[in-house]
Protein backbone atom coordinates (compact mmCIF):
# COMPACT_ATOMS: atom_id res chain seq x y z
CA UNK A 1 0.00 0.00 0.00
CA UNK A 2 1.13 3.66 -0.56
CA UNK A 3 0.07 6.34 0.53
CA UNK A 4 0.32 10.26 -1.35
CA UNK A 5 0.00 13.25 0.29
CA UNK A 6 0.10 16.17 -1.63
CA UNK A 7 0.65 19.94 -0.39
CA UNK A 8 2.23 23.47 -1.98
CA UNK A 9 -1.76 24.27 -3.16
CA UNK A 10 -3.13 27.65 -2.96
CA UNK A 11 -4.62 30.97 -4.58
CA UNK A 12 -1.85 32.65 -7.00
CA UNK A 13 -2.75 35.36 -9.78
CA UNK A 14 -2.40 34.67 -13.04
CA UNK A 15 1.13 34.56 -14.53
CA UNK A 16 2.22 33.51 -10.79
CA UNK A 17 3.82 30.26 -9.99
CA UNK A 18 2.77 27.81 -7.48
CA UNK A 19 4.43 24.27 -6.56
CA UNK A 20 3.14 20.95 -5.39
CA UNK A 21 4.96 18.37 -3.63
CA UNK A 22 3.95 14.88 -3.12
CA UNK A 23 5.07 12.35 -0.37
CA UNK A 24 4.97 8.78 -0.79
CA UNK A 25 4.73 6.72 2.36
CA UNK A 26 6.27 3.63 1.13
CA UNK A 27 10.37 2.53 0.77
CA UNK A 28 9.66 1.26 -2.75
CA UNK A 29 8.65 4.34 -4.11
CA UNK A 30 11.96 4.82 -6.34
CA UNK A 31 9.89 1.95 -8.55
CA UNK A 32 6.79 3.74 -9.23
CA UNK A 33 6.34 5.86 -12.24
CA UNK A 34 4.25 9.07 -10.58
CA UNK A 35 1.84 11.27 -12.29
CA UNK A 36 -0.16 14.39 -11.96
CA UNK A 37 -4.27 14.66 -12.72
CA UNK A 38 -6.13 17.49 -11.88
CA UNK A 39 -10.25 18.38 -12.31
CA UNK A 40 -12.04 20.87 -12.23
CA UNK A 41 -15.16 21.58 -11.35
CA UNK A 42 -18.31 20.37 -13.29
CA UNK A 43 -14.98 18.87 -15.61
CA UNK A 44 -13.31 15.08 -15.64
CA UNK A 45 -10.09 14.46 -14.47
CA UNK A 46 -7.25 15.30 -16.88
CA UNK A 47 -3.48 14.13 -17.11
CA UNK A 48 -1.27 16.75 -16.49
CA UNK A 49 2.02 15.49 -15.98
CA UNK A 50 4.09 12.05 -15.31
CA UNK A 51 7.98 11.19 -14.64
CA UNK A 52 8.94 7.41 -14.92
CA UNK A 53 10.63 5.78 -12.36
CA UNK A 54 14.09 6.82 -13.37
CA UNK A 55 13.23 10.41 -13.93
CA UNK A 56 14.89 9.77 -17.12
CA UNK A 57 11.21 10.11 -18.94
CA UNK A 58 8.65 12.80 -18.58
CA UNK A 59 5.58 13.47 -20.04
CA UNK A 60 3.32 16.58 -20.34
CA UNK A 61 -0.35 17.69 -21.32
CA UNK A 62 -0.17 19.74 -24.39
CA UNK A 63 -1.86 22.75 -22.42
CA UNK A 64 1.09 22.92 -19.74
CA UNK A 65 3.81 22.15 -21.94
CA UNK A 66 6.80 24.59 -21.32
CA UNK A 67 4.81 26.18 -18.42
CA UNK A 68 4.93 22.83 -16.00
CA UNK A 69 7.58 20.91 -14.86
CA UNK A 70 7.49 17.29 -12.79
CA UNK A 71 10.63 15.71 -10.45
CA UNK A 72 11.21 13.56 -8.69
CA UNK A 73 13.72 12.65 -5.33
CA UNK A 74 13.86 9.09 -4.84
CA UNK A 75 16.09 9.67 -1.84
CA UNK A 76 12.84 11.75 0.06
CA UNK A 77 9.83 9.84 -1.51
CA UNK A 78 8.90 13.18 -3.34
CA UNK A 79 7.46 14.06 -6.71
CA UNK A 80 7.26 17.69 -7.24
CA UNK A 81 5.16 20.22 -10.04
CA UNK A 82 6.86 23.07 -10.52
CA UNK A 83 3.58 25.72 -12.38
CA UNK A 84 4.28 28.54 -14.03
CA UNK A 85 3.18 30.89 -16.34
CA UNK A 86 -0.35 30.15 -14.32
CA UNK A 87 -3.90 30.57 -16.09
CA UNK A 88 -7.28 31.31 -14.68
CA UNK A 89 -7.84 27.57 -16.73
CA UNK A 90 -5.32 25.45 -14.18
CA UNK A 91 -7.82 25.82 -11.48
CA UNK A 92 -8.55 22.91 -10.29
CA UNK A 93 -7.79 20.60 -7.67
CA UNK A 94 -4.69 18.55 -7.97
CA UNK A 95 -4.08 14.67 -7.41
CA UNK A 96 -1.05 12.91 -7.24
CA UNK A 97 -1.09 9.67 -8.37
CA UNK A 98 1.94 6.26 -8.20
CA UNK A 99 1.32 3.65 -10.68
CA UNK A 100 2.99 -0.19 -10.33
CA UNK A 101 4.65 0.05 -13.92
CA UNK A 102 5.65 2.49 -16.23
CA UNK A 103 4.43 6.26 -16.81
CA UNK A 104 1.27 6.72 -18.44
CA UNK A 105 -1.33 9.55 -19.29
CA UNK A 106 -4.57 7.42 -18.36
CA UNK A 107 -5.58 7.33 -14.96
CA UNK A 108 -6.61 3.99 -15.05
CA UNK A 109 -2.92 2.75 -15.06
CA UNK A 110 -2.49 4.50 -11.76
CA UNK A 111 -3.35 2.48 -8.26
CA UNK A 112 -2.80 4.69 -5.88
CA UNK A 113 -4.54 8.44 -5.37
CA UNK A 114 -3.10 11.26 -3.14
CA UNK A 115 -6.40 13.66 -1.25
CA UNK A 116 -5.67 16.13 -3.49
CA UNK A 117 -4.61 19.84 -3.18
CA UNK A 118 -6.39 22.65 -4.35
CA UNK A 119 -5.58 24.93 -7.05
CA UNK A 120 -7.28 28.56 -8.00
CA UNK A 121 -5.27 31.13 -10.51
CA UNK A 122 -7.32 34.48 -10.39
CA UNK A 123 -7.48 36.32 -13.27
Known amino acids: QVQLVESGGGLVQAGGSLRLSCVAS????????MGWFRQAPGKEREFVAAIDWSAFNTYYADSVKGRFTISRDNAKNTVTLQMNSLKAEDTAVYYCAAALNGAATEDSFYTYWGQGTQVTVSS
Open 26 to 33: RRTFRTNA
